[in-house]
Structures are given as structure tokens and as C-alpha cells.
């Protein structure tokens, strides 16, 4: 029986027509930031970082379809592992930026506090992703939640008639549904937050500086040697366009285009300011 004294099997009519939630306390932003990844590491940490952020926003919330969501993400984060050996490449990085790191501290402009406390919680999470293993991230020894995957390939694959167990869980209260989707996203927890420092850390190691994109176009050469392996690109929200990057270690190019809903994105034809950051981490 769910909150609203309705059995899995009769739900009210309400559950499956809510309205999506209003848009209160909505922030815009004034400035939109575009990243590129320069190699396919970097490319891979960007989507999980979206899918965890995906994963957890909805895994927060109460509506059964964020829990629906929440599950879909869960499944794209496994997908993604079952790829490539991923753990591996993330341990390749971290311990790539703490060797960098630890040359650092012979630096006396540096400030070896954060510096040691940074490579503290990098030794941490190296011992956490030695000790991870790879079967606790398979979502395929879970037979609920592999039963949910195999249909998720097929359009509507999912409805409460071909999945009951799936609908009896989503009619459980929200507390419960997000107490499971923890234990199921608990594994890739040292995973999350080594991608998380990965990032941060590259992306605080560029210096940015302010540049024009004359016709809405701005190209760049890079020093293969330099290292570069994500470029941002921000722009002030209220210039109508966005910006479209393409690039690799040797150079990268930068297209403003004119949003279109319907039609082929135009590149603008004014100068347009933005602010660049090579992050050469």
C-alpha cells in the first residue's frame, strides 16, 4: 500500500498524470560555461561526472519519474564501466596528478598546506579505488535490476504491466525508493569522487584570459608538449549565442552560432567577447 491508501496494483489515476513541478526558486545564470575535452580520458570522466550529477539530483527527489530517471542514470553509469577498464584509467590519472603535484611542493610560492591536504585525499581515494572491485559496480548480479535493464532498450519498454516489480517499487514511499538507489549507487562512490577531484583539479590548473571571437570565430595552436586537455569557453548569458568547440593537443577552434529551434545554428558575424582557460593539468 502507498502513501495515498492506494494498493501497487490500483494506483489512483493522480500518480501517473502529475504535472511536472513549478518552476519556483529557479537561479539563471549570467554566465554559461562550454567545455571540450582534448583526449578520450578526459571525454570519459565528463560524462560520468554528468551522469552522477544526473544520478543524484533525481535520486534526491520524490516523484516515482525522478526515481525512473535515477535508475536510467544508474544503468548509463554501469554501462560506461562495462566499456573499457575504467577503474584503471582512473588510477593512471590520479596517480599522474599526484606525481605532478608532489613536484609542487619544492615550489615556495606554493601553499603546502592545501597542497598536502589535496595530495591526502588523493592517497585515500588511490587505496579505496586498489581495494574496489570490479563486480561490485555490475548492476547484472542485481536480477531487479537487470530485469528493469533488459527492457530498457525497447520504447516503452518499461510500463507498469511489463515491469510489475518495478511498479510496486515506485508506489513504495519516496524515503524508501531513495534509501535503495543509494545502496545501489554506493559502489561507485570512490569512483564519483576521484572523477570529481580529477576534474576540479584540472580545471583550477589554467590561467584564463579574455579574448574575441571576430565573426564569431577564434582559433587556437597548442604546444603538443604543454599537456592541454580541456579547453573552457564562457560567455555572458545574455549574448545570444553559443559556443561551439572542436579541437585535439595541436589546436582548437571556437564557432559562436546563432540558437535555432528549427532551423541549421548560423555562425554571428560580430565580435563577440568570451573568457578562455587551457587547462593544462
Not at 518495478?166 to 545501489?184: C, G, N
Request: hydrophobic share 35%; proline share 6%; glycine share 4%.
Amino acid at each position: 500500500m502507498d502513501k495515498d491508501g492506494a494498493t501497487p496494483g490500483h494506483c489512483k489515476p493522480p500518480l501517473h498524470n502529475q504535472r511536472p513541478p513549478g518552476r519556483q526558486n529557479i537561479t539563471v545564470p549570467d554566465q554559461i560555461c562550454y567545455e571540450q575535452p582534448l583526449n578520450e580520458r578526459i571525454r570519459t570522466l565528463l560524462r560520468l561526472e554528468f551522469l552522477f550529477n544526473q544520478a543524484f539530483a533525481h535520486s534526491h527527489r520524490d516523484s516515482l519519474w525522478d526515481s525512473r530517471a535515477a535508475v536510467n542514470s544508474l544503468f548509463d553509469i554501469a554501462e560506461v564501466f562495462t566499456r573499457t577498464d575504467l577503474k584503471n584509467e582512473i588510477l593512471k590519472e590520479m596517480e599522474r596528478q599526484a606525481s605532478l603535484l608532489e613536484r609542487l611542493s619544492e615550489n615556495p610560492h606554493v601553499d603546502k598546506k592545501r597542497l598536502e591536504q589535496i595530495l591526502n585525499e588523493m592517497d585515500i581515494l588511490i587505496d579505496r579505488l586498489y581495494s574496489l572491485k570490479n563486480q561490485e559496480m555490475d548492476i547484472r548480479t542485481n536480477d531487479f535490476l537487470s530485469g528493469i535493464k533488459q527492457r530498457t532498450n525497447i520504447a516503452g519498454g518499461c510500463c507498469d504491466f511489463d515491469l510489475p516489480a518495478f511498479h510496486y517499487w515506485l508506489s513504495q514511499p519516496p524515503a524508501r525508493r531513495t534509501l535503495a538507489l543509494q545502496q545501489w549507487l554506493t559502489p561507485f562512490d570512490a569512483i564519483n569522487q576521484s572523477v570529481r577531484l580529477i576534474l576540479r583539479l584540472i580545471r583550477d590548473s589554467g590561467q584564463t584570459t579574455q579574448e574575441l571571437a571576430e565573426d564569431g570565430f577564434f582559433q587556437k595552436s597548442l604546444d603538443a608538449s604543454s599537456g592541454c586537455q580541456l579547453v573552457r569557453v564562457i560567455l555572458a548569458a545574455e549574448i545570444p549565442c553559443f559556443a561551439e568547440i572542436s579541437g585535439s593537443k595541436h589546436r582548437f577552434a571556437i564557432r559562436l552560432l546563432e540558437p535555432s529551434l528549427y532551423d541549421r545554428p548560423t555562425q554571428v558575424t560580430e565580435t563577440i567577447p568570451f573568457q578562455l582557460t587551457c587547462c593544462m593539468l
